[in-house]
């Protein structure tokens, strides 16, 4: 996201073109990690409303409930669900939209001093973009409660002991740490990788039994590719697998 002069927040366009890259990238099989970060010494300052509300015509009633399915919680729900691993790289503020996309990130690394804020109620609006669906999940209701109805602002080394992220590091470590983790996803088995990721998902909201039979599923469909018998052939051979993605 390269709008720095804005913190990075997002326009009509913007949230469009977000969308158009993480589509295209869930059917490009020479992708092997996804990395979400932003221009600037800030991640995301959420959606662009004082540009959306500038003048103008007022939209048709509904406009909402129209628009937004397709734009910001597409971004998110690609984010959360596409079949590659996805890392996000948080300095500065991520903040409404740009904390949600954080929050559905596989792996998000944050500096220590990073703010990540759900400002909704604060500014009289009810949350939106899977905010009310994540940080319960990740953080328990209790805190989801002091982020969502208190508008608190939470730091990255809080996200992070709070489990809302994978890592907190020191600003000028963040790079590396992110570039380590992105290095080892990108050489692992990717197929096996994406059935992991949405074995995951489908198990949040599950019972025991339909989690062990998509498991099934998924290992029924990754026993038959080729990183399947490298990493076969890696075990016997007592040397490190070279995963090719497919």
Request: hydrophobic letters at 45%.
């Amino acid at each position: 996201m390269n709008r720095p002069d804005h913190r990075n927040s997002l326009s009509h366009s913007m949230i469009d073109t977000l969308v158009a890259v993480l589509t295209e990238a869930a059917t490009d099989d020479r992708l092997r990690a996804v990395h979400l970060r932003g221009a600037g010494s800030d991640f995301c300052s959420g959606a662009d409303w004082v540009a959306t509300n500038a003048g103008g015509e007022r939209p048709r009633t509904g406009d909402l409930t129209r628009r937004i399915p397709l734009t910001a919680n597409r971004a998110v729900e690609l984010v959360h669900a596409i079949a590659l691993p996805v890392v996000c790289t948080v300095r500065g503020w991520a903040v409404g939209l740009g904390c949600n996309l954080a929050l559905a990130a596989d792996f998000t690394v944050a500096a220590d001093d990073a703010v990540l804020w759900e400002p909704f109620v604060s500014r009289g609006f009810s949350p939106d973009s899977g905010s009310t669906w994540l940080l319960p999940r990740l953080a328990g209701v209790a805190r989801a409660r002091r982020m969502l109805l208190l508008g608190e602002k939470v730091s990255g080394t809080d996200a992070a002991d709070w489990g809302l992220i994978h890592q907190a590091a020191a600003p000028a470590d963040v790079d590396a740490v992110a570039d380590e983790l992105l290095g080892r996803l990108a050489a692992g088995p990717t197929v096996a990788l994406g059935l992991a990721k949405r074995s995951i998902n489908a198990g949040a909201h599950g019972t025991l039994d339909q989690a062990m039979r998509q498991e099934l599923f998924d290992l029924e469909l990754s026993c038959r590719t080729a990183d399947f018998k490298e990493g076969l052939a890696a075990f016997r051979e007592r040397r490190a697998p070279d995963f090719q993605g497919r």
